[in-house]
């Protein structure tokens, strides 16, 4: 009888965790325009995770620009002509494509909050 009342708190627990991981994690199901507040700790986390990731994208493409302008000395006329991988030319927290001015070189996410990255 003890082995089933563990049991049973066991599958309980599991079936909590399980959903307060899927819907308490403050994300939501597909990438917005617009950066939401997380609803959790563990959201909080994760959203300022994918924002280091936005900034460490950002950070090399600026350098992949930099070594293409210094070699070829012009700035490319697009994004995908650095052989990046198609998901570092997005933010990662809100799917938009980063935004790049081949006049100038420059490259910044459009995302709301990260303008300054």
């Known amino acids: ?5 563990v049991l049973a708190a066991v599958a309980v627990l599991g079936v909590l ?3 307060w991981l899927f ?3 403050g994300s939501s199901e597909g990438n917005s325009s617009v950066a939401t507040p997380p609803a959790t700790r563990v959201g909080e986390v994760r959203q300022a995770a994918e924002s280091v990731e936005c900034r460490n994208n950002l950070s090399q493409i600026r350098a992949a620009i930099q ?3 210094t070699m070829e000395e012009a700035y490319p006329r697009s994004l ?3 052989g990046l991988p ?4 997005v933010c990662p927290v809100s799917g938009q494509a980063y935004q790049y ?3 100038t070189g420059q490259v910044h996410c459009p995302t709301p909050g990260h303008t300054s990255y």
């Open 23 to 25: 819907y308490g994690t």
């Open 17 to 19: 965790v399980a959903v």
């Open 101 to 103: 001015d081949p006049n």
């Open 86 to 89: 198609a998901t570092m030319l």
């Open 67 to 69: 070594m293409r302008a």
């Open 80 to 82: 995908q002509e650095l």
């Open 1 to 5: 009888m003890r082995l089933v009342g």
